[in-house]
């Protein structure tokens, strides 16, 4: 069965710290989409990241960076020099590959962010 | 601004009635979907159309149904509610079904 955990349930950082979310899968599929969404206070899910499981290379946008290591089964998201619009909840997430978007979210980790 | 739009965004209602939650898709997307994050169970797949036929289907009860209509938008609806139900629905669209996916602002629902 496929299942995301995110055991980190709350984070907090004083603003310019850098913080690393961490996001461990579970799948037999040899093949799959991870994902990274993020919710503020508003409750909108906002999408960040889609990564295919055959794509380890890391990526950075901005302040934001991921780290996906196949051999852990993990996706974990780095923000350098938080600021307070992070504030958020972050949501990891997986499919199986064309699975019709039917994604598995994890319990999302719950980020604040103090000036 | 996802584009997807839903309605309404609050609804309170009492256990045993129904309701109908209303979506919109981004234009050009053809595929709909349905999720549920509530406090018990966070969030859960519930149900996926595309172009008219449902297409795959998660941890939706049978009280619950929906359809995408001939022109794309789609309905959730909920009936014989319980205080469970509460929660915020989500809809999302994608192009295809393995597109990026775009998510609503959600409606929240409270059943007293």
């Known amino acids: 069965a496929q299942k995301v955990t995110q055991a980190q349930t709350e984070i907090s950082v004083v603003e310019k710290e850098d913080v690393t979310l961490d996001c461990v899968y579970e799948?037999?599929?040899?093949?799959?989409?991870l994902f990274w969404y993020k919710q503020p206070p508003s409750g909108e899910l906002v999408f960040l990241i889609r990564r295919n499981s055959f794509d380890e290379q890391n990526e950075i946008s901005g302040r934001y960076s991921w780290n996906f290591q196949k051999s852990t089964s993990s996706f974990n998201f780095t923000i350098t020099a938080s600021q307070v619009v992070d504030s958020a909840v972050y949501f990891c997430a997986l499919s199986e590959w064309g699975g019709y978007n039917k994604l598995i979210f994890g319990a999302g980790t719950r980020l604040a962010v103090h000036p | 601004d996802s584009g997807v739009t839903q309605t309404p965004k609050h609804l309170i209602t009492a256990t045993g009635q129904r309701v109908t939650l209303r979506c919109s898709p981004r234009s050009g997307d053809l595929s709909v979907y349905w999720y549920q994050q509530s406090l018990d169970q966070g969030l859960q797949f519930l149900i996926q159309?595309?172009?008219?036929?449902?297409?795959a289907k998660g941890n939706i009860l049978e009280r619950f149904s929906a359809q995408q209509f001939p022109d794309l938008h789609s309905e959730l609806n909920l009936s014989s509610l319980e205080l469970g139900d509460s929660a915020l629905y989500f809809c999302?669209?994608?192009?295809?079904?393995?597109?990026?996916?775009?998510f609503g602002e959600g409606s929240r629902l409270t059943v007293l």
């Open positions: 999302a669209s994608s192009e295809d079904v393995t597109g990026e996916l775009f």
């Open positions: 159309y595309y172009n008219g036929e449902e297409r």
């Open positions: 799948t037999r599929d040899t093949t799959y989409y």
